[in-house]
């Protein structure tokens, strides 16, 4: 659909109460301003009917009313389209989209916790980011009256917290895992339920490790932002690094030089290349594929070693600086770490082959945690996920940043679903990242070995002013939106990560149900999820 | 199945030779700042960069405490001239007055790894040291998942409130004699997220810590220095550097 059609679609069908103004260059959001009473129908129509993907809910507190922002993109050239919904400050009540837009579900109740909104019709508000176990009521932490230095708010751990049951057959019972389980895993709580072998519903309680990064964040520079940003989820730290500064660079309307984009790019594809070896790792180890496991461990550390021999961090800490890089990097250096990388992905390809003919390994990830294209639309999924189901959408190619345009690669896609479809898009995607590191090699020209304030990595000084941007990366898991504000002063003033894992985790239990418990972990593994990335 | 052989055979021996040799391969570790001499006019402005607290002025040298450094490296880049660097990973350290651990912890000990907040990059390290580039197998550690099981406690993340439960109640569920080990610099002082309304100032906050591992994260060569440092294989490190003279300064251990 064109931004014509819609915007003509728009004003026939609600007529004085939504307010559509023409669509703007591409890339700059189109923001309409909504009725109360017509955001879950304009909502859905946009999510259902018209293809959009649903970004996600940003609440913001003004002096005076709330500002709810629906983020929407199409691949078309409609672009970005930000639904806006105002109310006063004393009016906490508001329309559920859920009912048409499923993907909105977790970011209802997020903003219920944080804010005290009300979000009517939704089917189920409560304990999600605060748990009802170790917080009072009424707590509402992204209020700006809220004081992060008062002491209060706790109750002591009630040992005898049961959570809410969903299935209640006779023999029926829930497995508890959690938080603390199995070897070296993230800290995370699921509640199995189930009559016998298969697990029958499985619910997540995440939100562990919630460090309140959005909190922290406010009154603070973009510089001192930046290291929460790159250091929320550090295994995908220059996605987020580099999504918190595209924002912040949108605001001050900076000028990249070419250079530093090209290099950012190839840091990008650097860490998706680690990211997804180490995923595949892990797919291998939840198989018990013990050799396997070993080859692909090794491949993982050497391109952690490639990583930190070039940039000197293993995960590339410190290198991103809002209007640029924080240092040049030399093209020999860059050119050495390439081959480097070509050689593991030799190698990743030679594993793959030998998986692929390994069928006590298939049985294992065939046909098991399908997620179909239709579920998988309806959640919002992302990431190498969605395209496993089906879902062709990279925000590479839908919405190129930092010269993506510039660069030749395939978006993979699998039909199945299954665990090996995923397993598939992880190698074909292998691939593609060191296709795109080949053409920025080849693109990097002068800059290079002299000054580490080099002008050819860095905009001069950024002019901080009041604004708001979204920032947007396809990261190794999936499509990273980060919303910035700045105030007057130049310092944050909101700050909202909508990450990848946070849509994923919400669709895993479509992967569990219905599959036995010793499939737990394969899924688990395939979906390469994030705590760290969801709990913020 | 018998390619899986071959390879594995092909592949050779990955293992390095720590800790009996020192590991020379490149991109093994971030390295620290080490302090030392810095031009007395710019170190007030040294000391103000970093985010975090690292630097401090003694002797008209610089001196960086290392177990806060969280690597945003904004002191060696887009500064002249960059502070001294190095590239070690021996970063096990022993808090004050814990250095005895004693027989029990002589031969081979099962460690449990809790989650209490961290990025990923920490616990991605942990994974490292079972992958044949480190194996800790060979110097007689494994990971356990039962805290039943369990000699040592290792700890990442800097202890959100909502991990604060579960992570005491596996303290208490491990056997006498135990130690905690805290790894990262948000586990040994908090990092980039504490102290906070939801989050402690690290593992210290909460429980009795014995060995620290600093670093953001830590690479796995500096885990399993700490391990060594836990079973009394390893000297520790200095958590100052350059290593502060008490008596001459008139400071007091904290
Ligand atoms: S790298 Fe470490 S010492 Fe240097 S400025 Fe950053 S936190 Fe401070």
New interface residues.
Partial sequence: MTAAELKQEIDQRWPGQVHCPDFGSRGSPCEVTCARTALPELCGRLFLEWSFSFTGLIVEEGASEWQLRYVFYGEGDAGWVHVLVTAPLAEKTFPSIVKFVHAADWHEREAEDLFGLIFEGHPRLGDFILHDDAWQEGVEPMRHHFDPQAAMRHRKPDEDWRPTRIVQEPGAFVMPVGPKYSGVTESVHFLLETVGEDVIRSTPRLFYKWRAIEKLAEGKTADEVLLLAERFAATTAFAHGLAFCQAVEQICGANIPARAKTLRVFLAELERLRQHAGAIREICESTALAVATAHAGILEEDLLRVSGELTGHRYLFGLLAPGGLLCDLPNDACRQALEKSQKVLSQLNALEQRLRVSSSFLDRLEEVGIVPPRTAMVYGLLGPIARASGIVRDLRRGQPYSGYEKFQFDVPCEQEGDGYARLRILFAETRQSVRIMEQAVAALRGGGASSPLSSATRASPLQFRAGAALGWVEAPRGGAFHWVRLNESGKIARYRIVPPSFANWHGFHLAVEKFAFQDFPIMLSTFDLSVAENDR | ?S???I??IR?GI?TTAYPAKPEA???????LPVGGDYPANQVASLIERC?TGVFSQANGKVRADIRRC?????CV????P?VNWEQTYEWGTVRDGRHEFGQPFERSIHIC?????????C??????L????YNMHRLGFF???S?RHADVLLVV??V????K??LKK?YDAMPTPKRVMAVGACAVSG???AE????AKGVADVLPVDVEVPG??P??LAILHGLLVAVGRKTPAALISPAPNFENEGLTKS
């Fill in positions: 199945m390619q899986w052989v390879n594995g592949a990955k391969a490149a991109g093994v570790s971030p390295g985010p969280i690597h945003c490296y904004r880049r887009g500064v002249e960059p790894v809790v989650d209490a907040g961290d990025c990923g990059a616990l991605n390290e942990v994974k490292q079972n992958n044949p580039y990971i356990t998942p805290p993340g800097p959100t409130d909502h991990m439960f579960a596996v990092g980039a997220f906070s309304f939801v989050c953001n994260p690479p796995p």
